[in-house]
């Protein structure tokens, strides 16, 4: 398929077939990232939600699918995944509660204070240490610019109401970049480690933080994501295909 005669697209089912996204065949490609992501934000109907770097809008839109109500404005500063973000609203009936803004997640132009929750998948592989791909849009989705994190974090500072909550996919063995780009602005934060399988390192972490927060850091047991068989958990699959929220949304 191709998407405006520029993108050679597919249509791929998530969330057990409840959420339909049409993606580029190359470059970055939803997983596991951007579906966790949106079963560690909470929601009410009636909230503002800013989801920051949305590609072609897998975390904002399967949030907006659990939440009856729920607002959410998708956040992309490359204009054919908004295309497609904006096609994805609409195929799935969502294109009355999501607005599609093509800018950079560090600079949106949105007024201040406008939001109750935002979350964000940004870039996260040190440029220094890995190969990356030739791929344009697979490289500006994976790899991360030298003090991105920190930009990115103060633009949701900006965006967040008193007490808003910012939530973010980020590298576990890089969790220290993510508290430090925290403090001063947010408190409260809570850490849900992701593990491949049991007894393995984390691979990634989720990390709740609340504008203005106070409270001692808390961490979540892990979820694991495959058993010894490699197949994934009862947890896995229920946040991944049952669309049902992780424990660090608890509040």
Not at 174 to 179: S, W
Not at 186 to 206: E, H, K, N, S, T
Not at 224 to 238: F, K, S
Request: glycine share 12%.
């Amino acid at each position: 398929m191709t998407d405006g005669g520029i993108l050679e697209t597919s249509e791929d089912a998530v969330l057990g077939g409840r959420l339909r996204l049409r993606q580029p065949l190359r470059g970055h490609r939803v997983g596991h990232d951007a579906i966790l992501l949106a079963a560690a934000t909470s929601g009410r109907a009636g909230e503002q939600v800013i989801d920051l770097g949305a590609g072609v809008g897998a975390a904002g839109l399967a949030l907006a699918v659990r939440v009856p109500g729920l607002k959410v404005t998708l956040v992309e500063i490359d204009q054919s995944l908004c295309d497609l973000a904006v096609g994805n609203a609409r195929l799935n009936g969502l294109a009355d509660r999501v607005d599609v803004l093509v800018a950079d997640a560090a600079d949106t132009g949105l007024p201040p204070g406008s939001a109750n929750r935002v979350l964000m998948n940004p870039p996260f592989h040190d440029a220094t240490k890995q190969n990356l791909s030739p791929d344009l849009r697979r490289r500006l989705a994976h790899a991360a610019a030298p003090g991105l994190l920190p930009r990115w974090v103060a633009a949701a500072a900006q965006l967040l109401k008193p007490q808003g909550v910012l939530t973010l996919i980020w590298r576990a063995d890089a969790l220290a970049d993510v508290q430090s780009a925290l403090a001063g602005d947010f408190g409260g934060i809570a850490v849900l480690p992701v593990l491949p399988r049991a007894g393995a390192d984390a691979i990634r972490v989720l990390v709740r933080a609340v504008k203005s927060g106070r409270g001692a850091p808390m961490t979540y047991p892990a979820l694991v994501l495959n058993d010894e068989q490699g197949r994934p958990t009862a947890a896995a699959e229920a946040a991944l295909r049952g669309g049902e929220t992780l424990r660090i949304t608890e509040t």
